[in-house]
């Protein structure tokens, strides 16, 4: 398609990134994919001009790219397209200048561990955000147990996915349409709105390509999107758009989320008012000194926190100022959407642009 999708996933380290980046390549045909470990500054430059086309480009490390190299890469996500001038030596040893272009488009997947450094990429992509909730920790524990033991056949488990792989390549690239697009209003309040609306057309386009074997066409032989198509779009893609909207990165809000449910539980009555060291909150939420240094650096700067006592020496003290209502804000977006949704079920297009 000429219009692909890109996704940046954020989680703390050893929290589960790069197993969801491999698990979702792993279910696209490998002809069509590039996993990177690491990507030096002129390399994309280099790569045959076609090589990229219509291909998963997969970077298991964002925060390892160079300036250079992270540059490139956004643009071939933004103009589908790379063009650098370089020096070319003629046969009769000559130096003249020429263009050397590097066509896409590409989709891509990314890790990283500080997603809120990347303001550029992240308007460009859907940001994923890795559960890592107690709950979903003993899934994983759970999982892993089960496959050592032999209850779950990772056989089987390649087995689908080769299914998928198929089922992919099944699929045509396609026009399509949505007569529903100017009926279905994002918050206005969420970050880079311009682009966030576009990336959320193109993903009810792929959402109606996947269905392209069940939706009717026009007289173009167009796909046309269906309701269906928009309720499966914002129902995936709403944790996304809630992360669009919220001031905090997923991760960061992630951790926000527990420290406060962590206060709530130790001191009360008085969570609000609780006054804390940091060596508490790493040992009653069991994170690493480095990611609460981190998160409580971010959330200082936001004035979501603030440092309250203590000395360098013996270790400061911090308060919570600002207790917003995540779930609330959830709810508000949630029911911003279902709303136009609802309204649009009542409205269908008209029968004389439909063709079987």
Not at 49 to 72: P, Q
Not at 209 to 221: A, G, I, N, P, T
Not at 277 to 286: D, H, K, N, T, Y
């Amino acid at each position: 398609m000429p219009e692909t999708l890109h996704a940046l996933i954020q989680g703390s380290s050893g929290s589960g990134k790069t197993r969801l980046l491999k698990q979702i390549s792993d279910c696209i045909p490998q002809e069509k994919v590039t996993k990177l470990t690491r990507v030096s500054d002129k390399v994309l430059y280099n790569y045959p001009e076609h090589y990229f086309v219509n291909r998963l480009l997969c970077l298991e490390d964002i925060d390892g790219l160079s300036e250079e190299a992270e540059f490139a890469f956004r643009e071939l996500q933004s103009n589908g397209e790379l063009n650098s001038a370089t020096s070319i030596k003629l046969d009769n040893g000559q130096i003249t200048s020429g263009q050397k272009t590097v066509k896409g488009p590409i989709a891509s997947l990314a890790c990283t561990t500080r997603g809120e450094i990347y303001e550029d990429n992240m308007s460009r992509v859907f940001l994923l955000a890795v559960d890592e909730s107690t709950d979903q920790t003993s899934r994983i524990i759970n999982y892993q147990n089960s496959k050592a033991s032999g209850e779950i056949d990772g056989k089987k488990e390649q087995e689908t996915k080769q299914v998928i792989q198929n089922l992919v390549r099944c699929l045509q690239p396609c026009q399509v349409i949505n007569p529903y697009a100017s009926k279905l209003q994002l918050p206005q309040d969420a970050h880079k709105i311009r682009r966030l609306n576009d990336l959320f057309l193109n993903f009810v386009k792929m959402v109606t390509l996947v269905h392209q074997y069940q939706r009717k066409k026009d007289s173009k032989r167009r796909l046309i999107t269906e309701i269906s198509d928009l309720e499966a779009a914002v129902d995936i893609m709403f944790d996304s758009i809630v992360l669009k909207v919220d001031e905090l990165d997923g991760s960061l809000r992630q951790f926000f989320e527990q420290l406060k449910c962590w206060l709530r539980k130790e001191y009360g009555e008085n969570y609000k008012t609780a006054v804390f060291s940091l060596r508490e909150v790493r040992q009653g939420m069991r994170c690493s000194k480095m990611q609460v240094f981190r998160c409580f650096n971010d959330l200082s700067r936001l004035e979501y926190v603030r440092q309250q006592g203590g000395h360098a020496n013996r270790g400061f003290t911090y308060q919570v100022i600002y207790w917003d209502n995540y779930e609330a804000l959830r709810a508000r977006v949630k029911q911003h959407l279902q709303v136009q949704i609802d309204l649009l079920k009542n409205v269908t297009p008209a029968p004389s642009m439909l063709h079987q």
